[in-house]
């Protein structure tokens, strides 16, 4: 599986990535908002990336693309795909790395798959939900056209708080609209 755009690649994890998966992983304001804790070990990173190597993009549950700069080669970051509902909705989730933040790259990421999943794949609704402090990813999404459908007040007890949880969507007939 390999989507593209003018600066980017979105691919397989492979064992190459581990290293640049865990620098960013480890970094305390990329971890404040995802599931995992920083530091992040290398040995998570090999797992994880053995993990999802075989992993198939169209089956229902996780996968997660490797967002690879087109010039440089590097990791950039990542763009997971949660399929669900017998493949009709999916949610999405991304981090990049602090280096490679503030460029448009985790925009042009996340739009290359969601156009992927509701105009080429065909699926019905691609959904969100975030971390009401994590306004930056907030803001990408909304740039691409999802609408925030909800807010949750501390709906969810993350790192030792209770948060308040963003709920954000797009439907396949907005998306072509926009």
Not at 38 to 46: I, R, S, T, V
Request: proline letters at 3%; charged letters at 25%.
């Amino acid at each position: 599986m390999l989507l593209e755009t003018d600066r980017l690649l979105l691919r397989r994890f492979h064992a190459g990535d581990a290293a640049a998966l865990a620098a960013y992983r480890s970094d305390p304001d990329v971890a404040r908002y995802q599931s995992w804790d920083a530091p992040y070990p290398l040995g998570d990173a090999l797992a994880f990336v053995a993990e999802t190597a075989h992993l198939d993009p169209e089956r229902e549950g996780w996968f997660q693309y490797a967002v690879e700069g087109r010039d440089t080669g590097l990791l950039l970051g990542d763009v997971g795909v949660n399929r669900g509902d017998g493949g009709r909705q999916a949610e999405i989730g991304f981090t990049f790395a602090p280096a490679f933040q503030g460029r448009g790259y985790a925009t042009e990421a996340v739009g290359r798959v969601v156009r992927h999943l509701l105009v080429e794949e065909g699926l019905h609704r691609v959904h969100a939900s975030l971390d009401a402090r994590n306004e930056r990813s907030a803001r990408l999404l909304e740039r691409l056209g999802f609408r925030r459908e909800g807010l949750l007040v501390r709906a969810s007890y993350w790192k030792g708080e209770w948060t308040d949880d963003l709920l954000y969507a797009v439907l396949a007939s907005e998306w072509a609209t926009s």
